[in-house]
């Protein structure tokens, strides 16, 4: 303290301060609506990142059949189910995916979202890595992630969001 508050404290010219029960129930309430305001924001932001985790893990094991197609040369199907796909090297070299073809290990993968197509429930990448068939693939959700769906053609395939029935390219 200074010497000038000692001073006033001895002739008695300092009132007290505090806060009352009011002023603390007032900051406690805003407190109180930020973080339920917050909580809702966390979980929407927490359901678009899954959704978005979702597509770039598919996106990723895509590129991956695609790559392990054109190191090995042979055809390569990422097949889907509802909740799930696959990742199949055609090892009897037979042209299609039937019983003597190879599940790579840790297939089929469960996502917990719908898997929407807008043609088959395959996509084939050949010897050479080319795409069999355009194709549009979505992640189902209520939310609004900046990536939802991929668009497959024949040499590529584009990550971006799905709008008004289209994948636009991110």
Known sequence: MLPCDIQR??????KE??????????????????????????????????????????YFDMMHARMRAMERGREHYVVFGENSYSIIEDTNESGKNDTGDERLSGFPKSTDYDLQRNVSGKVTFNGRGLISGLQRIWVASATDPEYDCMNVSRARVVMGRFTDGECLPK
Do not use: C, H, P
């Open 9 to 14: 404290i001895l002739e008695g010219n300092v």
């Open 17 to 58: 301060t505090g806060i009352t029960i009011i002023e603390l129930v007032v900051v406690v309430s805003i407190i109180g609506i930020l973080v339920a305001g917050m909580g809702f924001s966390y979980q929407d932001w927490v359901e678009r990142y899954e959704v978005e985790r979702a597509t770039k893990e598919l």
